[in-house]
């Protein structure tokens, strides 16, 4: 199963410091996978779930381990034409599928074995353990169970 942690978070979440680039990096160090939030905009990359917080350069878009939530269709697109990268877009869909197939379940949505169960503190539907993934701001947590 992967463990991915949400925005950098391990141990709940932390406004100040998810999609910041050090706080991806450490989640990536410790052994989980990152799920992170990407702009493309006047022919420069940003994370930040909102709006574009920190200006990255695309190699670090390309680290091992990162599931990359295009958050502008600049980014949906430039990024898609990577096939090593995993991105998906989404809003508030009950279910998408990622550039790799793997099928990205919204709280509360019927989980499938190729599911990545997102946020089950906030519920899932099915069992957990027969998902493929588990994306939490809590990923120590789910790890440790």
């Known amino acids: 199963m992967k463990f991915i942690s949400h925005r950098g978070n391990i141990d709940g979440p932390n406004k100040d410091k ?9 989640a990536l160090k410790i052994g989980y996978e990152a799920e ?23 190699d670090f878009l390309t ?20 096939l090593k990268r995993n991105v ?4 508030n869909e009950d279910w998408i599928l990622t550039s790799k197939g793997y099928i990205w379940t ?4 019927t989980l499938y074995p190729n599911s990545i169960c997102v946020l089950p503190e906030l ?10 993934g ?10 440790n169970l």
């Open 18 to 26: 998810e999609n910041h680039p050090s706080y991806i990096k450490n």
């Open 36 to 58: 992170i939030d990407v702009w493309h905009i006047d022919n420069k990359w940003y994370l930040g779930h909102d709006e574009p917080q920190h200006e990255v350069k695309y």
């Open 63 to 82: 680290l091992n381990g990162l599931w990359i939530h295009a958050k502008n269709g600049d980014a949906f697109f430039h990024l898609l034409q990577d």
């Open 88 to 91: 998906f877009w989404h809003t």
């Open 106 to 109: 919204y709280p509360n949505k």
């Open 123 to 132: 519920g899932f539907n099915g069992d957990i353990k027969e998902c493929h």
């Open 134 to 143: 588990i994306c939490s701001d809590y990923i120590v947590l789910y790890n």
